[in-house]
């Protein structure tokens, strides 16, 4: 069985898209720890980050460069976290996080309520500032 991500990539289930190529696909968290929470994906699946051939590791983790700078852009932050944990969806994935604080990328946290409204507009404005 495909993995929700999977099944976003290929339009079963829609969803906020912030940067998107052949290879790559980032859109917003639904249940962000901060606004502008962001996953980055291959569109390959793969369950594991480290399973990914070199070539498609390089071009995710530059794809994710590209999305977390147009975060910088959008969102009022400190720096853009990362975090790699694989243990929730069976298909890799890189958040990307804005954040003031050391403890902003704690996934025990109360996750923010936001609109779908509030989701469209980040999105859009984080995908007009992509380089």
Do not use: W
């Not at 976003?8 to 052949?22: F, H, L, N, Q």
């Not at 996080?97 to 779908?116: A, C, E, M, Q, T």
């Amino acid at each position: 069985m495909a993995s929700i991500f999977s099944r976003i990539v290929a339009g079963e289930i829609p969803s906020y898209k912030v940067a998107e190529d052949d290879r790559f696909l980032a859109f917003l968290d639904i249940n962000p720890l901060a606004k502008g929470h962001t996953l980055v994906i291959p569109k390959k699946e793969t369950d594991n980050i480290f399973d990914i051939d070199d070539e498609e590791y390089q071009g995710l983790f530059l794809f994710a460069k590209k999305v977390a700078k147009s975060l910088k852009k959008c969102i009022q932050c400190e720096k853009i976290g990362m975090a790699v944990i694989g243990l929730e969806v069976a298909h890799a994935h890189i958040h990307l996080v804005p954040i003031n604080g050391v403890y902003d990328i704690d996934f025990r946290k109360p996750k923010l309520k936001l609109s779908p409204e509030e989701f469209k507009m980040i999105a859009d404005r984080v995908a007009t500032r992509m380089e």
